[in-house]
């Protein structure tokens, strides 16, 4: 079983940085060949996919609303994931949950925009932004 614990939020006003983080466990081996991707969720909001990490070469992917102001790094340690967000604006107040996924050759690069098909979800952290 994967255990993901983000950690990291707060409130900033706009303009502002903030780092995530998202430290991962499995039971009895080591963390390895897992995408972990980055999700917030607004108030009365569906799930949004805000960035992704793979095993693979460590590429990544991010949505549009955030791309250029955030950026995914994993630590030395590769069970570490770090969500670094500048340039914050109001709407980048949500929820930010990270998740993963074990990587398999079928998923497609498009995948790994879907929430759906990560398996291990942490308990999420609030970030607010104010004006």
């Known amino acids: 079983q994967v255990q993901l614990v983000e950690s990291g939020g707060g409130s900033v006003q706009a303009g502002g940085s903030l780092r995530l983080s998202c430290a991962a466990s499995?039971?009895?081996?080591?963390?390895?060949?897992?995408?972990v991707g980055w999700f917030r969720q607004a108030p009365g909001k569906g799930r949004e996919f805000v960035g992704v990490?793979?095993?693979?070469?460590?590429?990544?992917y991010y949505g549009d609303s955030v791309k250029g102001r955030f950026i995914i790094a994993r630590g030395n340690a590769k069970n570490m994931v770090y969500l670094e967000m500048n340039d914050l604006k109001p709407e980048d107040t949500a929820v930010y949950y990270c998740?993963?996924?074990?990587?398999?050759?079928?998923?497609?690069?498009?995948?790994?925009?879907?929430?759906?098909?990560?398996?291990?979800w942490g308990q999420g952290t609030q970030v607010t932004v104010s004006s």
């Open positions: 998740a993963a996924v074990r990587e398999y050759t079928y998923y497609s690069s498009d995948s790994y925009y879907n929430e759906a098909i990560y398996n291990a």
């Open positions: 990490i793979r095993w693979t070469n460590d590429v990544t």
């Open positions: 499995v039971s009895g081996r080591t963390f390895s060949y897992y995408a």
